[in-house]
């Protein structure tokens, strides 16, 4: 699983995967912006992963079969801003990171507090 700020495609990437990079179940949308804050939220679950940015959505995969809870305690991987290729690196800092125990919908994410 990683959220890579510029993937080989140019855009903003979020993937899981289970079976490597020709597995990736992935969302991507607009890179973000520069020189200042961005609230970015992945909701995920039922099958769908939602990207948001700014409490906005920017991405949809209403076709997504691999989640967290399939790993258990055997995460191998997860990355915030880069990803396992040769993708840049974010150049940034993180402010906060959450994990919830259930999917949040569209309306929750645009509450959520954004520096």
Known sequence: MFLTP???SG???FAITAGGGGAE??????PLPTGQWAHVAVAQGTGTAVLY???REV???TAVTVE???????????YL???RYPDPYLKAAFDDFRVYGRTLSGNEVATLPRN
Do not use: Y
């Open 81 to 83: 801003g880069r990803s």
């Open 53 to 55: 940015v700014g409490g």
């Open 25 to 30: 179940q992935r969302i991507e949308a607009a």
């Open 59 to 61: 991405g949809r995969n």
């Open 68 to 78: 967290l809870v399939h790993f258990g305690n055997h995460l191998r991987a997860g």
């Open 6 to 8: 510029v993937a080989d």
């Open 11 to 13: 855009k903003l990437r």
